[in-house]
T-cell receptor, first 115, second 111 residues
Framework: ETGVTQSPTHLIKTRGQQVTLRCSSQSGHNTVSWYQQALGQGPQFIFQYYREEENGRGNFPPRFSGLQFPNYSSELNVNALELDDSALYLC??????????????FGSGTRLTVV | QKEVEQNSGPLSVPEGAIASLNCTYSDRGSQSFFWYRQYSGKSPELIMSIYSNGDKEDGRFTAQLNKASQYVSLLIRDSQPSDSATYLCAVNKGGANNLFFGTGTRLTVIP
């Protein structure tokens, strides 16, 4: 069983640019959640995708958008990058059919630096 | 009021001692509770989950949940230098499909 993989591992972008981050979910998991973790903070929920549809969203502006593909992999897109978008972006996959909410397994993350 | 609150530390304990990490949450409807360990520069790693009042033990780790007091704790027995990390408390609210995290407590185990 493969785990959650994210790419790229590190990225440097200029303010105003756009970025796409990628996540491959764990085998058999149809739900992908994205989190942003700023330095010294806990992860903050961005949104979740279930079977290619957005299934919940945190307090993030519309310039944060996402996609989920038929193979359940996912992308996080951020437009008009701001300096405060610099953070570790985490992806987690899960399978709601297991019933009770269980803890996510996160991918290794993408470290985004906006300059 | 934050959804999940933790003392940011740092918490320092000598090797072999018990480390006690605490977390409070604001929503009484919360149903699932988790502890993650995060080493510097790495992603969080799930170490414990607890759903019912009381204690849950897994090796050197014990999670304690008190829903009446809205309080979750993690005890690490026989602390090792390799336990030095930031410990994140996470809570799932009833009906929600996402986790709310605290800011984490930085633990240092001194050899």
């Amino acid at each position: 069983e493969t785990g959650v993989t994210q790419s790229p591992t590190h990225l440097i972008k200029t303010r105003g640019q756009q970025v796409t981050l990628r996540c491959s979910s764990q085998s058999g998991h149809n739900t992908v959640s994205w989190y942003q973790q700023a330095l010294g903070q806990g992860p903050q929920f961005i949104f979740q995708y279930y079977r290619e549809e957005e299934n919940g969203r945190g307090n993030f502006p519309p310039r944060f958008s996402g996609l989920q593909f038929p193979n359940y992999s996912s992308e996080l897109n951020v437009n008009a990058l701001e300096l405060d978008d610099s953070a570790l972006y985490l992806c987690a996959s899960s399978d709601p059919s297991r019933g009770e909410i269980y803890g996510y397994t996160f991918g290794s993350g993408t470290r985004l630096t906006v300059v | 009021q934050k959804e999940v609150e933790q003392n940011s530390g740092p918490l320092s304990v000598p090797e072999g001692a018990i480390a006690s990490l605490n977390c409070t949450y604001s929503d009484r409807g919360s149903q699932s509770f988790f502890w993650y360990r995060q080493y510097s520069g790495k992603s969080p790693e799930l170490i414990m989950s607890i759903y019912s009042n009381g204690d849950k033990e897994d090796g050197r780790f014990t999670a304690q949940l008190n829903k009446a007091s809205q309080y979750v704790s993690l005890l690490i027995r026989d602390s090792q230098p390799s336990d030095s990390a930031t410990y994140l408390c996470a809570v799932n609210k009833g009906g929600a499909n996402n986790l709310f995290f605290g800011t984490g407590t930085r633990l240092t185990v001194i050899p």
